[in-house]
């Protein structure tokens, strides 16, 4: 029984990925540019939502202010775009609008940013870990919306995408590809982490957090080193949403949208690589859908994730494979 449900679980992600791979073709040879801009926005988000789990599912660290790695990782890219464009230079730098310099910035920004704010949120615990993580997410978002030269709550405007090695990142096809590449690398990542001594302490910690630490396991030092690499992936992240729109702003900091990607791991399955993504697709399909019916779609939407919670604890990527597979 154990190895059906594997295999079930194989078949599934093969099957997802060939459809997020024909995804495009298909878009394009009905002529919907809108569905691939929709499946961007869907592996874009289930990059934050992968990241998200790292610290949530694995490491048992419920953080209500992962949104502040992904709004810098935007601004960052948005930023250097914008004093490109001014001619002004940004710390005696000029402005890149290089896809291969910008991303891995926002990645750095982000990372540094992860770093202090976990070192000092993980001297916590429970109620007052989640607290001082929208702490520190509230505070990126006014300082943000403080920041009248770069638009302040009215956002920031990219002139244009990014270039990737010179080539301008304009189609939506090609795009959606490089996301769908950098989503499939960050699975891969966190694939060998999960299935490493790191990852095992690092569930090993949410299960029984004493235990391990008397096993000789400095676990702040693992958890910290997790909330780094979740917050580096979520500034890659808001470095492409930032391209996608070519606009930026504080919003991508806000609670609310840490309260989005929390929903969307829940939705796919917390402690699984391919629950987020399913989790991603789902919240976003849903709101598209309803959103097209009516402006109060929260009102539809949120008995539909409570019907989901309900019969579905596992959430759909555990109730799909019997609460086993990737």
């Given at each position: 029984m154990s190895g059906a449900l594997k295999t079930r679980g194989g078949v599934l992600v093969l099957l997802l990925g060939l459809v997020l791979v024909a995804l495009p073709f298909v878009a394009q040879a009905y002529g919907s540019t809108y569905a691939i801009t929709l499946a961007t926005?869907?592996?874009?988000?289930?990059?934050?939502?992968?990241?998200?789990?790292?610290?949530?599912?694995?490491?048992?660290?419920?953080?209500?202010?992962?949104?502040?790695?992904?709004?810098?990782?935007?601004?960052?890219?948005?930023?250097?775009?914008?004093?490109?464009?001014?001619?002004?230079?940004?710390?005696?730098?000029?402005?890149?609008?290089?896809?291969?310099?910008?991303?891995?910035?926002?990645?750095?920004?982000s990372g540094l940013a992860a770093l202090v704010f976990g070192a000092l949120s993980l001297r916590t615990s429970g109620i007052y870990f989640i607290m001082i993580t929208l702490a520190f997410a509230q505070m990126l978002f006014y300082i943000f919306v403080a920041l009248k030269y770069y638009g302040g709550d009215d956002g920031l405007s990219m002139p244009r995408r990014n270039l990737l090695a010179g080539t301008r990142l304009t189609d939506p096809a090609s795009f959606y590809f490089l996301c769908l590449g950098l989503l499939g690398a960050v699975l891969g990542l966190m694939r060998a982490i999960v299935g490493s001594r790191f990852g095992m302490v690092l569930t090993g910690a949410k299960a029984n957090e004493r235990r391990m630490a008397a096993l000789g396991y400095p676990v702040t030092r693992y958890r910290l080193v997790a909330f780094v690499i979740a917050g580096m992936i979520a500034g890659l992240a808001g470095g492409l949403w930032a391209n996608l729109g070519r606009f930026v702003s504080p919003d991508m900091m806000a609670w609310m949208k840490s309260g989005e990607f929390m929903l969307m791991v829940i939705l796919g399955g917390v402690s699984s690589l391919a629950g987020p993504v399913v989790g991603a697709a789902a919240f976003l399909l849903i709101e598209s859908t309803i959103s097209g019916l009516t402006q109060h779609w929260q009102a539809i939407f949120g008995p539909i994730v409570i019907l989901i919670a309900l019969y579905a604890p596992r959430g759909l990527w555990g109730a799909a494979t019997g609460g086993r597979g990737s």
């Open positions: 926005r869907v592996v874009i988000y289930a990059m934050v939502a992968v990241s998200l789990d790292l610290i949530l599912g694995y490491g048992g660290m419920v953080s209500f202010g992962h949104a502040a790695y992904f709004g810098l990782g935007g601004y960052v890219v948005a930023i250097l775009s914008f004093h490109l464009a001014e001619d002004v230079p940004i710390f005696g730098f000029a402005g890149t609008n290089e896809a291969l310099v910008s991303l891995p910035l926002a990645m750095l920004v």
